[in-house]
């Protein structure tokens, strides 16, 4: 591969969708990428555009509060920084069209890298996705990796996302069939465990003016720890690296010279400029040694699962992401060798999907056609909050404790203290999806913060093994939100049980500190706690809960949210002030 890889400054227009034939196939190694070699004399060469978006979530109407913003400047001491409302499927649509009208070659290419569904609004979570698949299909979208929220309803639902076909419990519940998805889900590393092959494509070739690029799909090797164990029966997931170079070979070897890895796994910016959109400041993460790993024949990365946007050159590839929801578009621009096959140079620059633009009449129509289909449930109140309730996590240890979770987890003890006997309750914050604004609150509203549809389990630990569970919060790097009845403090100077370790091994949470309404708990008392089954089957790396026994299930997650903010009303914010840093 012979490349330049340019950092854009300015938005780069794009082409309207005119796409050449395309293979979808299913299997040699990457030449030295030589940075700055000037563009060969002979014809001129193909300009591709790829439009890259990841972590839709079904966010087909715009997202309210946070979720529905993107900052765009520094903040100034404790004055946060300007933001501006982004996203929504109206505005996407309308700005993937004008991205592509821009660049004139009619060579767009629109990519996606994952979570493209689930964990989504009532709007699109009650059609079990349908709606999202039917609007990214209107958008032109192309190809796409699976996420691991691709897999949270199973292979043979995924299947049915991609195929077509009404759901095997639901039908089709609009009342239309559902024809399955006008773009290839790609899924390289995600193989059926009894046969040992591919679930879906594990990548695609798309042919463009005589050249061909590759696009090779890929979820995060961890997917079957942060998925339902349902959600991953049946499937083993590869090392990232492995497979992404396995698949470069073979691209290879069929004289394809231009390879776009679409992977849902990131990373993330750190210091005062980790809000710059388009900056590739400290980067941190996985995505830093898996872009380092990968074949230098790999030009560029589209990757996700993060939530975060960055713009960067990582070992001599153009890595990108694109926050989530539909926020942002990455508008990539490829120059290739017409007779080599080689990236010249690739560009990138990540673009705000503003709501200053004309809504798209075919997103328009979509969205008010499920809507009436969904009925008047989703505006039922069925609670009020005084002030805004949200994720943002603001207690130390960072991440410890946020408004929205310590409600919910106070919703979860308050749904099993009598008939389950619980006295504590824990919640995983990847479970807990957006805010709750001020006032009243709708069904669909509290549906959008719980939309997985967990049952509760309240299950006994032992003292020791509550002790442990907390110490493993740490070693997982995951903490979760407690009840009110739970206090313990975090030590400064403690550290965590290595990797692989016995997490009970860590010094973080002093076990002295451990109490239950106020009394210490025992090592060899015995408690009744409360967690979502995603916890209780060990999601998320909480093995520890694995051997909690006398498991009753109880009702489901959001029935015991919804009851809360219903007898509870009005929801008052709670206190910051069950974990106690230490030194």
């Known amino acids: 591969m012979h490349r330049t890889v340019l950092r854009r400054t300015s938005v780069v227009a794009a082409v309207t969708t005119t796409l050449t034939a395309l293979t979808v196939v299913g299997a040699t190694s990457g030449a030295t990428a030589a940075p700055g070699r000037p563009t060969p004399a002979g014809p001129p060469p193909v300009e591709v555009q790829l439009l890259a978006l990841n972590d839709f979530h079904g966010n087909l109407e715009a997202p309210a509060g946070s ?3 993107i900052q765009t400047g520094p903040a100034v001491g404790a004055t946060p920084g300007p933001t501006v409302d982004a996203g929504g499927a109206e505005f996407l649509a309308t700005q993937l069209a004008q991205l592509a009208e821009e660049q004139k070659k009619h060579n767009t290419i629109t990519v996606a890298a994952g979570d493209l569904i689930g964990a989504s609004p009532l709007l699109s979570a009650a059609f079990h996705d349908e709606p999202t698949i039917e609007s990214l299909g209107l958008a032109g979208l192309d190809y796409a990796s699976v996420g691991n ?28 069939p559902y024809e399955g998805a006008d773009f290839q889900y790609l899924s390289a590393n995600a193989f059926v465990t009894e046969t040992g092959e591919p679930l879906l494509a594990p990548y695609a070739i798309h042919r463009v003016q005589g050249v061909q ?5 890929m979820t995060l090797e961890g997917t079957a720890d942060i998925v339902s164990q349902q959600g991953v029966a049946g499937l083993d997931f590869a090392d990232e690296v492995e497979t992404a170079n396995r698949y470069t070979a073979e691209l290879q070897a069929q004289g394809v010279e231009t390879i776009v890895v679409l992977l849902h796994q990131g990373g993330n910016q750190t210091g005062a400029d980790a809000w710059d959109i388009n900056g590739c400041n400290g980067m941190t993460g996985p995505i830093v040694d898996i872009a380092a790993g990968m074949s230098d024949a790999i030009d560029v990365v589209v990757s996700g699962h993060t939530h975060q946007a960055y713009n960067c050159e990582l070992d001599g590839k153009l890595v990108t992401s694109g926050s989530s929801f539909g926020r ?52 039922e109140v069925v609670g009020q909050v005084t002030q805004d309730l949200t994720r943002l996590q603001e207690a130390v240890p960072a991440g410890a404790e946020s408004t929205l979770g310590n409600v919910i ?24 999806r957006a805010d709750l604004l001020a006032g009243d609150v709708t069904y669909e509203e509290a549906f959008t913060v719980q939309p997985f549809g967990n049952n509760l389990v309240t299950l006994d630990l032992t003292g020791a093994q509550l002790n442990c569970l907390l110490e493993q919060q740490f070693q997982v790097n995951r903490v979760l939100y407690a009840s009110a009845t739970v206090s313990y403090s975090v030590s400064a100077s403690g550290t965590p049980a290595p990797a692989g370790a016995d997490p009970c091994t860590g010094t973080r949470v002093p076990d002295s500190s451990v109490a239950i309404d106020g009394v210490p708990v025992t090592a060899t008392g015995v408690y009744r706690v409360t967690v979502n089954n995603f916890l209780a089957g060990g999601g998320d790396g909480f093995s520890v809960l694995t051997g909690g026994t006398n498991a009753v299930t109880g009702p489901i997650d959001l029935d015991a949210f919804t009851a809360y903010l219903t007898a509870a009303s009005p929801v008052a914010a709670p206190l910051l002030d069950r974990i106690d840093p230490v030194a």
Do not use: K, W
């Open 67 to 69: 979720s529905g913003r």
């Open 149 to 176: 929220h691709e897999f949270d309803e199973g292979a043979a639902e995924l299947l049915r996302i991609q195929n077509g076909g009404c759901h095997p419990v639901d039908g089709c519940a609009d009342g239309t």
């Open 213 to 217: 690029v590759g696009f090779i799909g």
């Open 328 to 379: 942002l578009v990455t508008d990539i621009d490829l120059s290739i060798d017409r007779r080599t096959g080689d990236v010249i140079t690739a560009s990138a620059e990540n673009v705000i999907v503003t709501r200053d633009v004309a809504r798209d009449a075919q997103q328009t129509a979509l969205i008010a056609r499920y809507r009436e289909a969904l009925g008047p449930i989703a505006g």
């Open 409 to 432: 987890a106070d919703a979860q003890l308050a749904a099993t203290d009598d008939e389950a006997g619980a006295v504590a309750a824990f919640m995983n914050p990847g479970g807990v």
